[in-house]
């Protein structure tokens, strides 16, 4: 049988966890290895919320880099009360790659996160007034919110407020991961959303039964098959309001347990990009993939997209079980299972 070989403009990654210290050592070079760009996600454990600590990251992932392609892209974690005369700074002069917004306690370290939407509007119309994203993890954490629910009740109760107030500003839902978020991105002017490849894999069964898989387990939370349904006709569509966003999320092992300490996240960078393939593949889409994850996000974002290009071959491959590092051992998602696509160059 002869190999199929796919050959796109070089990819970004819009909405990526590169961590710190020696965990961003770690895993640095699973996303450099393809991606032209990417959005590192700023919330560190100390998250960046000033110019000086966007510009210190940035420049200390770029020393880790293999690659000369590569360029990392940070926005500004957004919190109760920013320094708003060095975010205004920091926005007009690109040192911020826009704004994410997250409500506080709603993941991975977002304890310092917005406690409630009408602080951050000062911050809101800075993007609003320079032209800048406002990247969101949208869920609303509540205590009758369940957990399936938050992304519905975050559109509904804090989104649509943003929107109402600010209806110039371009928004990003991040990490869509319902049907009803999907839908609503598809219909709103000015929005846009990201699709991990976990989103369009794993449903609800995956993760929760007896006890967590802890390896699947990340936030938000994956849902139904409709939802999983929903989302890989968005993304296999063609449709410019979602493109890649793989939320690749490591943590070392020892934090990945069902021990009262379990943090939510999964590693995929080193498969995202194959694992996209396969998903289209799945579909029949195969040809949508190259605005998905190389055309929409620099589209929507304002800027030109990459000028050279990878290929990718279909031909059957496993990943190593875990990456590691030093003392640093990381689960690599999709480890069990072959993979169908592989990155040639």
């Known amino acids: 049988m002869k190999n199929i070989n796919l050959t796109i403009y070089r990819p970004d990654d819009w909405h990526v966890h590169l961590r710190e210290g020696e965990l961003l050592n770690a895993v640095i070079n699973s996303t450099a290895r393809f991606n032209g760009r990417c959005i590192a996600m700023p919330n560190l454990e100390n998250p960046i919320t000033t110019t ?3 510009l210190d990251y940035k420049n200390n992932i770029l020393k880790k880099v293999k690659v000369s392609y590569f360029e990392p892209l940070i926005p500004c974690y957004l919190t109760d009360n920013i320094d708003i005369n060095d975010f205004k700074n920091g926005i007009k002069n690109n040192i911020f790659f826009g704004a994410k917004l997250y409500p506080v306690n709603a993941t991975t370290n977002s304890k310092k996160g917005v406690t409630a939407i009408d602080k951050i509007f000062p911050s809101l119309e800075v993007l609003s007034t320079y032209n800048k994203p406002l990247l969101i993890h949208g869920e609303k954490i509540g205590k009758n919110i369940n957990i399936f629910d938050r992304e519905k009740y975050f559109i509904d109760d804090e989104l ?8 110039n500003l371009k928004i990003v839902l991040e990490h869509v991961s319902t049907k009803y978020g999907a839908d609503f991105v598809n219909q709103t ?6 699709i991990t490849p976990h989103h369009m894999i794993l449903t609800k069964k995956d993760v929760f039964n007896d006890e967590i898989n802890c390896h699947n387990y ?3 939370v994956v849902k139904e098959q409709k939802d ?3 989302l890989r006709e968005y993304a296999c569509s063609g449709n410019e309001s979602f493109f890649i966003g793989t939320d690749s999320a490591p943590h070392q092992i020892i934090y990945k347990q069902n021990d009262g300490n379990l943090k ?3 590693f995929s960078a080193p498969c995202s990009l194959e694992l996209y393939a396969q998903i289209f593949d799945e579909e029949n889409s195969l040809q949508n993939l190259e605005r998905f994850s190389s055309l929409n996000g620099p589209k929507f974002y304002g800027m030109t997209h990459n000028k050279d290009k990878i290929t990718l071959i279909k031909k059957e491959w496993k990943l190593e079980e875990f990456t ?3 003392d640093i051992k990381i689960k690599n998602f999709y480890s069990d299972k072959y993979l169908k696509w592989q990155i040639l160059n």
Do not use: V
């Open 52 to 54: 000086k600590n966007c």
């Open 324 to 326: 590691t590092y030093k």
């Open 264 to 266: 939510p996240g999964i």
């Open 228 to 230: 999983l349904r929903s």
């Open 189 to 194: 002017k000015n929005l846009a959303a990201t």
């Open 160 to 167: 649509k407020k943003i929107i109402s107030f600010f209806p």
């Open 218 to 220: 990340c936030m938000p």
